[in-house]
């Protein structure tokens, strides 16, 4: 009897530690609503590793387009989902919503260092330092239209080597991507053969696939138990790939600094660092440092070999599956520019129906679903709710670029969305792969030139096809983390 009263006084002290866990990390009633966490384990009943973007739609579903979970026991996010909640935080409280969130699996590399990692004075130095060095050496401009058309024959020429036979585009899209970011930021192109580049071309594709795997989205919610597991908790594939682009990168800037060009302009983005390293050298507060310098140019280089690279590939992958879209693009292509002649970004308005397509892709697509966590700059009023200072936000462009309320039938793909009744190009407000704010991707103006020079001159040069039928070709991401990343697929070309 002594026994059993004993156990039964344990078995209650456990459900009072139990439920004084539970109830301390509820999120304060100035925040959103959402499902109560579990001690330890936060929401991990309702978000399953493997499917976090699916699971957070699934919940906008009971609790609304602006609600509270928690990623494992510390890690609370407010969530937005929709256009309108994301236009009117993103857009409406631009400057309260423009700190960045945090991204464990990559965090301890950066350490908040570089353009895409940091946050206050430092960001926002970084940040117009970067987007001025761009802009001098032609994005935007002419300059910078030579330069992708340069990189686009040498791609051109690899995919005639291919003889018409199947193979997996990704590799020579990255290459060629890559190689465009190459020449601005380090002022040279490699030769795709290049083992070392290529090296690095895959270590940007191991990168992207070892964040969105189950693994990855298991850090992202349990970073502060897995981190102290011997390992890196499970990260080492991922460190080792980061190193190898590290590495590659940090080869580079010392051969800038090896050939120094102390007159006229800089001749890249390395080279405009160095100088205004040199100029700012005695500045306490300058946030031009070697190392905000290497995690920028890391972060330039791996946003450039993939986020141009996987869309173009979705578009092909898109046209293959579609043969009817297919046809009314060569089609236009034909009868707007004839033969033998490549596109150049003036006749982005004489395609539209071209335009179209690559704008539908991209939505199609979701190339970052989750959007790029953001964080409050200082406490603010949102939707009635007081977010405090710090607070993780996730904006799910995702579910803006498939909300039903501004794309009807979002899961169908129809460039014919992106039309006026006169056939002419029409924008969307709703579109947004970019993200928004100052936050928002600082090259989208040269990816969306490197989409449109890159895919269009491919269907000017080649007739596209595949070894399979069109109903065998699958839509659906091999990967769906931080990024959805499209299946394999492979692709024959013939000169037309």
Not at 5 to 29: E, F, I, K, Q, V
Not at 37 to 42: A, I, N, S, V
Not at 277 to 300: C, F, H, R, S, W
Request: aromatic residues 8%; hydrophobic residues 40%.
């Amino acid at each position: 009897m002594e026994a059993a009263c004993t156990w039964a006084l344990l078995l209650l002290l456990l459900l009072l530690l139990a439920a004084l866990a539970l109830s301390g990390t509820r999120a304060p009633r100035h925040l959103p609503p959402g499902p109560a966490p579990l001690p330890l384990l936060g929401n991990l009943l309702q978000l399953r590793p493997g499917a976090l973007y699916s699971g957070l739609l699934r919940l906008s579903q009971k609790y609304g387009p602006v609600f509270t979970v928690h990623l494992g026991p510390r890690r609370r996010v407010v969530v937005l989902v929709g256009h309108e909640a994301v236009q009117e935080a993103l857009g409406g409280q631009a400057e309260e919503f423009n700190g960045r969130g945090r991204l464990t699996t990559l965090d301890g590399t950066f350490q908040g260092h570089g353009v895409f990692f940091s946050n206050g004075e430092r960001w926002k130095q970084l940040r117009r330092f970067t987007t001025l060095s761009l802009r001098d050496l032609g994005m935007g401009k002419r300059e910078g239209e030579v330069l992708i058309q340069a990189e686009v024959g040498h791609l051109l020429e690899a995919l005639r080597d291919t003889q018409g036979q199947p193979f997996d585009p990704s590799l020579l899209l990255a290459q060629a991507t890559s190689n465009m970011t190459c020449s601005l930021v380090f002022g040279r192109r490699f030769p795709y053969e290049d083992e070392e580049f290529q090296g690095a071309v895959q270590a940007a594709k191991g990168i992207l696939l070892e964040i969105c795997s189950p693994w990855g989205q298991t850090y992202e919610m349990f970073s502060h138990l897995l981190q102290k597991l011997p390992g890196a908790g499970g990260l080492s594939q991922l460190l080792s790939h980061v190193g190898t682009l590290a590495g590659f990168a940090t080869r580079q800037v010392q051969q800038c600094q090896a050939h120094p060009n102390p007159s006229g302009p800089a001749r890249d983005v390395v080279e405009a660092f160095l100088r205004k390293m040199a100029q700012e050298g005695g500045d306490p507060v300058t946030e031009l440092t070697t190392e905000n310098m290497l995690m920028t140019i890391i972060y330039l280089l791996f946003a450039g070999t993939m986020t141009v690279s996987t869309t173009a590939r979705f578009v092909l992958l898109l046209l293959l599956k579609y043969p009817q879209v297919y046809e009314r693009v060569q089609e236009e292509l034909a009868r707007e520019l004839g033969t033998g002649q490549l596109p150049s970004l003036g006749d982005r308005g004489r395609l539209p129906y071209t335009d179209a397509v690559l704008h539908e892709a991209q939505r199609l697509l979701a190339l970052v679903p989750m959007g790029i966590p953001r964080a409050l700059t200082r406490t603010t009023s949102f939707r009635g709710y007081t977010l405090p200072q710090g607070t993780e936000v996730f904006p799910l462009l995702g579910s803006v670029l498939h909300d039903p309320k501004a794309f009807e039938q979002p899961e169908k793909f129809n460039p014919d969305r992106f039309l006026d009744a006169d056939g002419k190009f029409q924008k969307q407000e709703a579109f947004l792969p970019f993200s928004l704010g100052k936050r928002a991707c600082l090259g989208e103006g040269l990816a969306r030139a490197q989409l449109f020079l890159l895919v269009t001159a491919v269907l000017q040069t080649f007739s596209l096809d595949s070894p399979f039928p069109p109903c065998a070709l699958s839509l659906q991401p091999a990967v769906s983390g931080l990024f959805n990343v499209p299946p394999a697929f492979q692709l024959q070309v013939r000169p037309r």
